[in-house]
């Protein structure tokens, strides 16, 4: 994925008053609720949308747009309420720039050139996954796309096997017993490395790099200490053959700059041949990174089963799994979730994993100590979110008709907020709106609703969220 960015706007002089005020305002977080409520306590413009990631525990949203041409990223700062301009992630001072190459009709055949002569490569992708300007750094995962030759001299024609020559014009070879072109695929191959980037927030320096390997992964994201990255391999296909028969989850070691622990995950090896949809394992961490947990997302579809139409998941033997890791144990356990977990979270006592059917309207409660669900009850079709209040009181079920209030742990309903108390105007969202909740359980994101159709959804194209504070 490519993304434009613009100039790097870290300077000293703003980064110590960014230090500076969050020093000063970190014990005057905005009010609370009193009592169980949600309440609009901002609508912030001047972003594109959220990340529904975490980079800090509980202070910054990060927005980033999902639209091309990508902007910059921002992030905003719940205590002193302001924007903080981050740009451009590829250019940071100390990190190597990739080489030149023309914005005219030649940029094609330069670059053409550098990737034969094995010394192209660009910055692919860049994500910031942590922020914290009272101890003065951020880091970002970024990925290296470099291109290298695997074929010595010129490569053999595909087709016939035979000679091919090279067309100075257009830096390519050709093969005239065929009349056609090699395809790039058969003589060049990109190869991606992806590192994490350690940033001084006082200098605006990347100050060191960490290889992070050679594919694509998760950011799981920074413990509350400070001392670790946790990432994973990222499983997410469309109609593949199978799944891997193991994950693997990594930590860096922030203070030594390598990873120091690997842990694998033997999976059940899926075969989804049949349907159209996405099949993931997605990742996220209890709110101390003492556990993480990895979920098969499962959907419910029409099966014929002795000539009826039922509707079942498509996952069996076993159905959908979570894998609960214990980082300080070194071992897991794998327990049956429900189809379509959008809600899911562990509780601060890392006590109780909880999940939300979407399609099925159900919340799950899974006792860590015994390893295995203990409570279920029915609550709204079309859960979004799960959000446990700060003092662990309640739970709040956000939906797409309402905002359900229950007792924790005892999942008790207390009340039904109407979309409407919070939004004005709006009855319904999408089944798929996305949320964003810091871990101390105060505050929530979710972008400006706009209507479509019948229905609101936020949008990502510059229209910002609404900053949601929640009660306790």
């Known amino acids: 994925m490519k993304r434009q960015h613009g100039p790097f706007l870290f300077t000293a002089a703003l980064v110590t008053s960014i230090v500076l005020l969050g020093a000063a305002v970190a014990e005057r977080p905005p009010a609370s609720l009193s009592g169980p409520a949600v309440k609009i306590l901002k609508t912030v413009e001047g972003v594109y949308h959220f990340k529904p ?90 990925v290296k796309d470099e291109t290298k030759k695997i074929v010595a001299g010129n490569p053999p024609c595909p087709r016939c096997n035979g000679v091919t020559e090279f067309v100075e014009k257009y830096q390519r070879y050709y093969c005239y017993r065929c009349r056609k072109y090699v395809e790039e695929k058969d003589y060049l191959k990109d190869i991606k490395t992806t590192l994490y980037v350690n940033l001084d927030l006082e200098t605006g320096r990347a100050t060191w790099t960490a290889p992070l390997g050679h594919d694509w992964f998760y950011s799981i994201g920074v413990d509350p200490t400070g001392h670790y ?41 899926r075969h989804k041949d049949h349907a159209a949809s996405t099949y993931s394992i997605t990742p996220f961490p209890s709110p101390d990174f003492s556990r993480m947990v990895f979920f098969e997302y499962d959907h419910e579809e029409y099966n014929d089963e002795g000539g009826k139409r039922v509707w079942r998941g498509y996952l069996s033997n076993p159905p959908a799994q979570a894998y609960v890791v214990d980082i300080s144990a070194r071992e897991h356990f794998s327990v049956s979730i429900p189809v379509t977990s959008y809600g899911y979270l562990i509780d601060r006592d890392n006590r109780y994993l909880v999940f939300g059917s979407n399609q099925k309207g159900t919340i799950h409660r899974i006792d860590l100590s015994k390893r295995k669900e203990d409570l279920s009850v029915r609550s709204t079709k079309s859960i979004l979110q799960l959000i446990l209040s ?79 504070l929640i009660g306790d």
């Open 53 to 142: 990631t975490s980079i800090h525990p509980y202070r910054y949203v990060l927005s980033t747009s999902t639209v091309n041409p990508f902007p910059p990223p921002i992030v905003y700062d719940i205590y002193a309420q302001k924007l903080i301009p981050i740009t451009s992630l590829r250019a940071l001072p100390g990190l190597p720039l990739p080489p030149k190459v023309p914005a005219s009709s030649e940029r094609r055949r330069s670059i053409q050139k550098l990737k034969l002569a094995g010394r192209y490569w660009e910055w692919d992708d860049a994500e910031l996954v942590y922020y914290d300007p009272e101890k003065g750094v951020a880091g970002a995962v970024l």
């Open 229 to 269: 990255f946790y990432f994973s391999e990222m499983i997410n296909f469309y109609k593949r053959e199978k799944t891997p028969e193991q994950l693997v989850l990594y930590r860096l070691n922030l203070e030594t700059k390598s990873v120091d622990w690997r842990y694998s995950i033997p999976l059940h090896v």
């Open 390 to 468: 700060a003092s662990s009181r309640y739970l709040y079920v956000f939906n797409k008709y309402s905002v359900e209030v229950r007792t924790w742990p005892s999942l008790k309903l207390v009340k039904k907020i109407p979309l409407s108390t919070i939004f004005p105007g709006i009855q319904k969202m999408l089944t798929a709106e996305q949320m964003y909740a810091t871990q101390d359980g105060k505050f929530a994101v979710i972008g400006v609703l706009k209507k479509k159709g019948t229905q609101w959804a936020s949008s990502d194209r510059g229209a910002g969220f609404h900053l949601l």
